[in-house]
């Protein structure tokens, strides 16, 4: 059983926006917080967002005032919309469910690839 799709990424040129979705399994939407994580080959996942199940929101600071993590409680989505993108935010990207008292991963999805370019 699939508990956590991605959908979404793809190629942009600098300055462009994509949304990511994340559909998740209606157990892991309602019982753990939500994050959006990216990963480039040779470097550690980095947390991008992430969203607690009351809604509370934090950022990385790299994507602080560009990224915005939000859900859609009727769709049990989660949804990352990245605008002014840039080269460096290329990468693998993850939605994954946290463990809300420590932030520790318990689910990842697939991963959805995004490329910006110059």
């Known amino acids: 059983q699939v508990q956590l799709a991605e959908s979404g990424g793809g190629s942009v040129q600098a300055g462009g926006s994509l949304r990511l979705s994340c559909a998740a399994s209606?157990?892991?939407?309602?019982?753990?917080?939500l994050a959006w994580f990216r990963q480039v080959p040779g470097k550690e996942r980095e947390r991008v967002a992430a969203?607690?199940?009351?809604?509370?929101?934090s950022y990385g600071d790299s994507v602080k005032g560009r990224f915005t993590i939000s859900k859609d409680n009727a769709k049990s989505t989660l949804y990352l919309q990245m605008n002014s993108l840039k080269p460096e935010d290329t990468a693998m990207y993850y939605c994954?469910?946290?463990?809300?008292?420590?932030?520790?991963?318990?689910?990842w999805g697939q991963g959805t690839q995004v490329t910006v370019s110059s």
């Open positions: 209606e157990y892991i939407y309602n019982n753990y917080c």
């Open positions: 994954a469910a946290l463990r809300c008292y420590n932030y520790s991963p318990s689910a």
């Open positions: 969203i607690r199940i009351g809604g509370a929101k």
